[in-house]
């Protein structure tokens, strides 16, 4: 009886544990998190680009972000970087693009970017770049971010899937997706 009382009491912690991770997992990636603007290359001389990104769980779509903002750089571009939540600006009259980044969770793009592209209304016809990533199926959430774009008016000029668990060079010829990004960023075609 002992036993049973015992292997009860262990289940029982294990069920609560797992419930409380599932709660964790489930809840935390769609919180904001509120950060000021960063400016990198101040001085650029090609133009001014805003990126609002989700940064994750991980690090994966911070670096893959920063990335992409470093081959911009590169380009001699002026780059603000922010997350989105209810204080990101939706003032872009100054931007000659705007890079929009967020990971996977549930088959959507993070519940802020969400929120974020939402809360835009209308981008009247700004050049966009989407930046989503996800451990390997981002078909669902790529498209989602897609239709919130075009109905808020945005014109996407590429959308950009990088994967931290799948191939990503069946799409893209080589694997590391910060090469992948950064790579991108440089060849982007933005006017």
Do not use: C, H
């Given at each position: 009886?002992a036993g ?40 650029g001389k ?10 994750g769980?991980?690090?994966f779509q ?11 750089v590169?380009r ?7 997350t ?10 100054g931007?000659?693009l ?22 835009f ?15 390997g199926?981002?078909d ?12 808020a ?10 994967w ?28």
């Amino acid at each position: 009886m002992a036993g049973k009382r015992k292997a009860l009491k262990i289940f029982s912690v294990l069920v609560i544990i797992g419930v409380l991770l599932f709660a964790f997992l489930l809840l935390v990636p769609q919180m904001e998190k509120v950060t000021g603007f960063e400016t990198l290359n101040s001085e650029g001389k090609s133009g001014k680009i805003l990126v609002v990104y989700n940064p994750g769980l991980s690090s994966f779509q911070k670096d893959v972000t920063l990335s992409f903002v470093n081959g911009l750089v590169e380009r001699d571009y002026i780059v603000d970087i922010t997350t989105p939540s209810s204080e990101t600006t939706t003032e872009t009259n100054g931007y000659d693009l705007i890079v929009l980044g967020a990971p996977t969770y549930g088959f959507s793009p993070a519940k802020p970017m969400e929120n974020y592209v939402k809360k835009f209304g209308d981008f009247k016809g700004k050049k966009i770049v989407v930046l989503i990533t996800g451990s390997g199926s981002t078909d669902e959430s790529e498209a989602k971010m897609k239709e919130l774009i075009e109905n808020a008016n945005g014109t996407i000029i590429e959308s950009l899937t990088l994967w931290s668990l799948a191939p990503n060079e069946e799409i893209y010829g080589i694997s590391d997706p910060s090469e992948i990004a950064y790579k991108s960023a440089l060849n982007l075609k933005i006017s």
